[in-house]
């Protein structure tokens, strides 16, 4: 059963508009969310984080919203760059500090 | 830093061979991670080591699939005897405490 959820396998967006990639967790002692990129033949590389205590947080163009009421969250890229072309994974983590993952976003910014 | 080093990138093998992936975690890590990535299921935890003893194999998929840990510097996992349902792509990650994981570039297994 999967605990961190995202629904759109993929999202094409124009250059310059904004990207918004979502992510569901069904696991309430879940307090830190982490959304990772992943070019092709590459790792994944961290991109940003949050915590449960705050509700937004922000570096450069990439913010992601934490909504812990409805066990959701997401990443905003603003503008988007053919360059974010990437799968993008949502992950969570409890007391443990072991990450539980998504199944990856695909996102296409076409020029 | 070199980053997580994995090897091979690509392995490409026969059903019923023995295959084995190998990593060097980032120097001064304690905690080091060994994921599957498929299109079904996507990044999937396979077994995790804190200072070179494993404390979750849960998601290791059966017995065929095993990994040690000798010391802090290197890992393997092994899969005897390989089947086609094994192919994916598996990573390697590692991370000091409470930090953020960094992956390696991962080895892309191919079993005919």
């Known amino acids: 059963d999967q605990q961190v959820k995202q629904n759109s396998p993929s999202l094409s967006v124009q250059e310059g508009r904004i990207s918004i990639l979502n992510c569901d967790y069904t696991n309430s002692m879940f307090d830190y969310f982490l959304w990772y990129k992943k070019y092709p033949a590459e790792g994944p590389t961290f991109l940003i984080s949050i915590s449960s205590i705050k509700d937004k947080n922000e570096d450069g163009r990439f913010t992601v919203f934490l909504n812990k009421s409805a066990k959701h969250l997401s990443l905003h890229i603003v503008p988007s760059q053919p360059g974010d072309s990437a799968v993008y994974f949502c992950a969570a983590t409890g007391g443990s500090y072991i990450p539980t993952f998504g199944r990856g976003t695909s996102l296409i910014v076409h020029p | 830093d070199a980053g997580v080093i994995q090897s091979p990138r690509h392995e490409v093998t026969e059903m019923g061979q023995e295959v084995t992936l190998r990593c060097k975690p980032i120097?001064?890590?304690?905690?080091l991670f060994w994921y599957r990535q498929t299109m079904m299921r996507g990044l999937e935890l396979l077994i995790y080591f804190n200072n070179n003893v494993p404390i979750d194999d849960s998601g290791m998929p059966e017995d065929r699939f095993s990994a040690k840990m000798p010391n802090a510097s290197f890992s393997t996992l092994k899969i005897q005897p390989s089947e086609p349902r094994d192919s994916a792509v598996y990573f390697c990650?590692?991370?000091?405490?409470?930090?953020?994981?960094?992956f390696g570039p991962g080895t892309r297994l191919t079993v005919l």
């Open positions: 120097s001064g890590h304690n905690s």
């Open positions: 990650a590692s991370k000091a405490g409470p930090d953020t994981q960094y």
